[in-house]
């Protein structure tokens, strides 16, 4: 059961806002930014400004100088957390809506930005080639105005307003910026056409074509196109070719694809040069230590020290997936390095305001495939009082309306909960928490005798990595009241994973509270939820006359919920990876 969402079918502006899942003020923010006023605040003296100039910027601006000095710095823009989310939710509505409308979306030879393909795929297509010619496009993203973007969306029959207001929404100074979520799934889109025509060009010299983002590969074991047949057909998809960065090659140069060698027949390498500077990387700081070896490299400052090891991690993980017989060499012995040193590689959240974060975990017990299964939901905001007040909004209205059915005396004593509530409420609840700031973890797995064993056991699984994205802020956690788990339990699961955090020098927050909350508690709602549309998602069954509401309502939450973990055998679902019932799904 495949959800298209239609774009063409969004006439008025909040009917967008609920296609996107943003509040107003969001929306509003995002599209009514100015870069001039942006930059003319960050060079005012901070000593200067006062309290009242001091403000939240939906987006932050990054300067990465690019690999050729000569060609200066690389523009990319950084969207807040909430907004950011909201953006990736927008990103796949976007790819389900071109994927529907676009015949052959997207194309078979562009392996940039799409799920399930990398760069060692788009090397893939020329590998054992004689000749390669390879270029680029010059300033790709940006040189997609903010009116062509409009035109774009109107040619597949989005309402003009709808493209207008979604465009400026999508676009800073008026062009499609690098960094944003919705960026490259947008320009793959207007770049099909283009793919088409590419494609049909090498077919014609009997070459094979690819595309990976703004290069474009073209290799054969004869003739290729002329630079000049390749610049004419961009320069007709009003993109243009970055004359110093067009290149040919003959198998014996420098013979790469999107920095993989492809000399070799039988699959792409990672540079040889690089595969040698790892193993010496790691041969020193082996027989020396990590820290002596920083030292020895001139890096004294502990954030340049932690970027490095960072850094260096990112190496090891990239030759390890590009030469698997390599990955069972490097990676235990950079993992020894780090034990060894006492070191771990560490990467700080960005642009999140001092506001402690807000868990709430809910559990839930359900059957599937004659297997028992126990699962915690958890919601975490930065914004907690503004989910209380809209779920208590809710509440009030429905119990004060006279008409209201559903158990109105569970209802009134334990607030808005699954089970107790009617689908029409179970519908309004679920449409109000999509634009609300708030990110949702699931983790599931098979419930044995010991059910307490279990529930700490699941905590355990995502603990860690919720507690390290409360850096430096304070992490408050209400714990729904089960008679099945003792308080001090789940109190004591919460402070070790926090001590050994703080222990071992890794990110944690200043400090953790835990509470046990009962059924009152708005904020226990949001995973209450969380957890029903999940369970009954995956209980669904195709001949179930209500299977398509229930599919609906967890569709409804699915871009809420960051990451779902099958604990039992590590498996992580989310955006790129989406958990699915096979029995629904190939309906």
């Known amino acids: 059961m495949a959800f298209d969402y239609d774009l063409r079918r969004v006439k008025t502006k909040d009917q ?29 003296p901070l000593v200067e400004m006062g309290i009242a100039q ?67 795929d788009n090397a893939q297509f020329h590998i054992g080639a004689k000749y390669i010619l390879k270029s680029d496009i010059e300033n790709y993203f940006p040189s997609i105005s903010l009116r062509r973007l409009i035109s774009f969306f109107e040619s597949l029959g989005v309402n003009s307003g709808i493209a207008m207001q979604l465009s400026h929404f999508l676009c800073i100074d008026q062009k499609l910026p690098l960094g944003l979520p919705t960026s490259p799934i947008i320009a793959n889109a207007i770049s099909h056409f283009m793919d088409i025509d590419l494609n049909g060009l090498a077919d014609k010299y009997k070459a094979v074509y690819s595309r990976y983002a703004d290069d474009l590969t073209f290799s054969s074991n004869g003739n290729l ?87 260096l991690d990112g190496r090891v993980k990239y030759v390890a997936f590009q ?147 409360a850096e430096s802020r304070g992490a408050y956690f209400y714990f729904e009241q089960t008679s099945k788990v003792t308080k001090s339990a789940i109190t004591e699961t919460v402070k070790a994973a926090w001590s050994e955090l703080k222990n071992d020098n890794n990110r944690h927050p200043e400090f953790v509270a835990t509470e046990i909350v009962d059924k009152s508690y708005f904020g226990i709602a949001v995973p209450d939820f ?15 006359k209500q299977y398509r509401r229930k599919v609906n309502m967890f569709e409804m939450l699915r871009d809420k919920i960051r990451v779902i973990v099958n604990a039992d055998t590590g498996e992580e679902f989310g955006r790129r990876n989406p958990i699915r019932n096979l029995d629904i799904e190939n309906t």
């Not at 969380?530 to 179930?544: E, G, I, N, P, T």
């Open 323 to 469: 030469e698997p017989r390599l990955a069972s060499k490097i990676g235990p012995l950079w993992q020894e390095v780090l034990e060894d040193s006492g070191e771990a590689v560490n990467y700080s959240p960005k642009n999140q305001h001092q506001t402690s974060f807000q868990f709430y975990v809910d559990e839930t017990e359900f059957t599937l495939d004659g297997e028992k299964y126990l699962a915690l939901g958890i919601s975490a905001s930065q914004h907690q009082e503004q989910l209380n007040n809209v779920t208590k909004r809710i509440w009030e209205d429905y119990i004060a309306n006279p008409w209201s059915d559903g158990d109105l005396d569970a209802i009134t004593k334990n607030g808005i909960h699954f089970t107790d509530t009617t689908e029409d409420l179970r519908r309004t609840y679920l449409t109000a928490l999509q634009p609300l700031p708030f990110t949702g973890y699931i983790v599931f797995g098979k419930l044995g005798v010991d059910y307490q064993g279990c529930y700490l056991s699941l905590l355990k699984t995502v603990l860690k990595r919720r507690l390290m994205a």
């Open 530 to 544: 969380m957890l029903a549309v999940f369970r009954r998602y995956l209980m669904a069954d195709s001949k179930d």
């Open 225 to 311: 196109p002329q630079v000049s047949e390749v610049s004419e057909i961009v320069a007709r998809h009003k993109f243009q070719l970055s004359s110093d960065k067009t290149k040919y090659s003959t198998r014996g140069q420098n013979h790469y694809v999107t920095g993989l060698s492809v000399s070799e027949e039988n699959a792409p390498h990672a540079p040889r040069k690089m595969k040698l500077a790892l193993r010496q990387e790691l041969y020193f700081s082996k027989k020396y230590g990590l820290n002596d070896h920083l030292d020895h490299l001139g890096i004294s400052d502990s954030y340049q020290r932690q970027s490095y090891i960072n850094h």
């Open 16 to 44: 967008l806002l609920t296609y996107i899942g943003l509040e107003d003020i969001f929306f509003t923010n995002a599209s009514d930014f100015d870069v001039h006023k942006y930059e003319a605040r960050l060079a005012e």
């Open 54 to 120: 001091l403000h939240f910027s939906p987006f932050y601006k990054h300067e990465i100088p690019k690999r050729n000095p000569k060609r200066g710095s690389r523009v990319v823009w950084e969207a807040s957390g909430h907004l950011n989310n909201a953006l990736k939710s927008l990103a796949r509505r976007l790819t389900l809506f071109f994927e529907m409308i676009i015949s052959n979306f997207p194309h078979p030879h562009n392996c940039g930005y799409v799920r399930g393909r990398n760069t060692r």
